[in-house]
């Protein structure tokens, strides 16, 4: 049987298409996020990582102690950045105050007017960036890690992690966690927020407010029995009384405690670096 070369090349090409992602983060929009950022940086040095080919913008704050208990990578959330205003900069920048190294990345993002299943899509487009970030913190020497995330980022780093997590990477924190109903009712096993919690079994604090957002509100009870099905003894479930999304007024509040659950199931070595 003779074969047509010129129909080949045509049908691997749309196998190329077919497997390329629908969605890629909006570069140029992530540019212009940077340039304002560094413009009124005030705690941290900016940085330029690059994860398969793809440079994008993190900030790193040196811990400002006389020992070190590790390093914090941090996730924002959807339509936010390395150095929003609630939740990212507070953490990043008091975390340092208590021994812990910071790195804020940039994740992927679309325009501002996206719907939610094109930012879901863009989940798998995180996993080399928060890759990138713990190899970058493992050249400084740093072996004690954690991630933190909010919203979207912790949908991110919850399914990232599934994937299997590093060996230097200790601990979860995630934020604000909510769960995408469309994947949940597909009937699908295993996947999405529900079906990664369900393979983790690394120490996870699962942190929202009262009065959060319906789909974190309503999600509660299955993610903690996501956890239970995974045989997770080091998940924890905490509501603050009074906080919303963003934990408008009670940011302090929120860096207490997650600096007060790090202390207890990721304790660093306390090395002495003066």
């Known amino acids: 049987m003779r074969i047509n070369l010129m129909t080949v090349a045509g049908l691997l090409f749309a196998v190329q298409i077919w497997a390329a992602p629908l969605w890629a983060s909006d570069l140029a929009r992530e540019g212009r996020i940077a340039a304002e950022i560094q413009d009124a940086l005030l705690v941290g040095e900016p940085l330029t990582l690059q994860a398969q080919g793809v440079e994008f913008f993190a900030i790193q704050a040196a811990e400002e102690t006389d020992y070190i208990q590790g390093a914090a990578i941090i996730l924002h959330g959807r339509g936010a950045h390395p150095d929003w205003v609630d939740v990212i900069n507070p953490l990043r920048s008091r975390l340092p105050e208590y021994g812990w190294k910071t790195l804020s990345i940039q994740l992927p993002i679309a325009a501002s ?100 957002i319906d789909p974190v509100l309503n999600s509660a009870a299955a993610r903690s029995a996501a956890s239970r099905q995974a045989e997770n003894g080091a998940y924890r479930q905490t509501r603050v009384d009074g906080a919303d999304h963003f934990f408008n007024g009670l940011n302090d509040t929120l860096v207490a405690e997650v600096r007060a659950w790090l202390g207890r199931v990721a304790p660093g070595e306390e090395r002495r670096v003066r």
């Open 113 to 212: 007017d996206a719907s939610d299943w094109v930012y879901r899509e863009l989940i798998p487009e995180a996993f080399p960036r928060i890759t990138a970030a713990v190899e970058h913190l493992k050249r400084q020497g740093v072996t004690n890690i954690v991630l933190i995330g909010h919203s979207l980022g912790a949908r991110m780093g919850v399914e990232y992690l599934a994937q299997g997590a590093p060996a230097e990477l200790r601990a979860f924190v995630a934020i604000g966690l909510s769960v995408d109903n469309s994947i949940a009712d597909s009937g699908i096993p295993d996947s999405g927020t529900l079906g990664a919690l369900k393979k983790l079994r690394l120490p996870l604090l699962d942190i929202y407010g009262s009065r959060d």
